[in-house]
Structure formats: C-alpha cells, structure tokens
C-alpha cells in the first residue's frame, strides 16, 4: 500500500474528526489575540532525520480553515528528510493556520514516526530474505493510515481486519478445542486461506497436519523457531511475531523464517519532531 489510502470525501472527514475534538465550538486564544486580518507566513521543518509520511493531508488541513491560504509542498511522502530541510511553506489568515497547526503537525509527525521506525526494521533484516509485516496493532480510526505509513518505511501490509484473512489463535484454538477442530471449522465454512497461531512445536505438527495453510509461531525464540522450521520443511509460509525488538530481530530473521510481524510500528513508534515556524 504506497498509494495513499483515502480519497478527497475521506480526506474531509477525516479533517472533521480532528478538528471537532480540537477546534471544538472556537479557537478561543486566537479568536482573543489574533486580530482577524492579520496574515502569517510560515515553514513546516524536521527538527531530525526521518521518512515524511503524511503529506496529502497537509494542504486540506490549512484551507478547511482558510479556502485561499497558500500551500506549497517541498517534500514527498517517503522523502528522506533531515533538520535544515523544508517540508511545505504556508501562508495565509494568521488564526485560521494558527488554528490548523497542531492537527497538521500530529498526524505528520505520527506517520513519520512510523515510517522512520519502520525503515529501521527493514534495515536491521537487509540481505536474510524475511520480509517485514505490520499489524493490527493500531490506534482506533489510524489503521488505514497507519499500515500505509509503514508501507512507506518499508513494510508489508498484513490483513487489514477481521474481515480478509483468517488467523486462528491461542483463544479460538481454546474455545474450539484443538487446532485441528479449528482449522476443520474453518475449512467447513468455505475458507481457504488459514493461518494458525503456534506457541509450541506439538502444535506446529497438529497445524500443518489439520491443512493449515500458513503458520504464525509467536514468542518462539531463534533455537525453537529452527526447530519448527525443520518440522515444516517449506511445505506452508511461516511467520515469526512476539515482542519482537531490533535487538532481536536480526537473530530471528536468520533463522530462515518467511516474514516478521512487528506490533509496535504501528502500535507505539515514537513521533519525530516537526516544527512550525514563523517567518514574517
């Protein structure tokens, strides 16, 4: 997902949500200080090195307040950007852009966050032949965005939902009994693509034998995960996740596992610092 994900309706809406919880019923500092013919002129600038990720959203932002302020863009999402650079430079009503700033810089800064972190991960696994993957793990409403900024550093997008991809794990596996009811549930019901949760070899054996097309060996470490490796011998994908960290992620990926599934980068990545900075 390198294409950004929303399209003008989402973008709007998307802006009206940020705005209703910030904004609320009025500015009340700039409708107090600002006077309202004042003007502003501004830059946008990483304050450190980091992957842009948020850009299309920057000039709907400005002009849902001010229809005739001026954008202009200087960077892309994906940039690599490091402080000194400009990211966009606006100008326009001083209270509407005053107004608009903070959501602007949360959602760059958020999305950049992840990016850059992302990156990070691809890094730390160049040249094993493991691919990354995101997560579910996201803040409510962010997923699409999220999954598209970790896309941007260098991911793979996993199952977007519930919804496209059957993942049978430790608490189906429970209710239903064993992996292998699972899995034939799963079957009985039309779905061809199943991927089950293993925290133990037992239920490596159990999964590739009920036809579990895909493995997900969580919180296996290296030494176990070469073991399950060997028990599968390539028949089916097989995908390492569990508080997986950059320290640790280089060991699991030479393991020989087919992906790495991250939680954290889209879950907790820091934000980078942007800053708006006042010309004139």
């Known amino acids: 997902m390198t294409q950004f994900p929303l399209d003008n309706a ?13 904004i609320g019923s009025g500015d009340v500092t700039a409708n ?5 013919a004042a003007t502003l002129t501004a830059a946008i600038n990483p304050r450190e090195n980091m992957v842009l990720v948020g850009i299309p959203l920057i000039e709907p932002i400005f002009r849902k307040l001010d229809p005739n302020a001026r954008v202009t863009m200087r960077a892309r999402d994906g940039a690599h950007l ?40 691809v890094a730390a696994i160049e040249g094993t032949g493991a691919k990354l993957l ?8 962010l997923r699409v965005l999220g999954k598209y900024a970790a896309a941007c550093g260098g991911a793979h997008n996993h199952r977007m939902g519930l919804f496209d991809a059957v993942m049978i794990k430790d608490n189906h596996i429970a209710v239903a009994g064993s992996v292998s009811k699972a899995v034939a549930a799963a079957k009985a019901d039309g779905q061809r693509q199943i991927q089950v949760e293993c925290d133990a070899l037992e239920q490596v054996i159990e999964a590739v034998q009920a036809g579990a097309t895909s493995l997900l060996l969580d ?6 995960l070469r073991q399950a490796l060997e028990l599968v011998g390539g028949r089916i994908p097989c995908e390492a996740s569990g508080g997986v960290t950059l320290d640790t992620i280089r ?14 980068l889209t879950q907790s990545a820091p934000a980078v610092d942007i800053g708006l900075d006042y010309n004139s």
Request: charged fraction near 20%; glycine fraction near 10%.
């Open 219 to 224: 919180n296996m470490p290296p030494e176990m």
């Open 251 to 264: 060991g699991i990926a030479e393991t020989g596992v087919d992906y790495i599934s991250v939680g954290r």
């Open 32 to 36: 107090s200080v600002i006077p309202a």
């Open 82 to 121: 490091a402080e000194g650079d400009v990211i966009a430079e606006i100008s326009g009503s001083a209270g509407a852009l005053l107004s608009a700033e903070r959501t602007a810089l949360n959602i760059l800064q958020h999305l950049s966050g992840i990016a850059t972190l992302t990156e990070r991960y």
């Open 134 to 141: 995101d997560t579910r793990k996201t803040i409510p409403g």
């Open 10 to 22: 989402q973008i709007d809406a998307f802006i009206d949500v940020a705005f209703a919880e910030d």
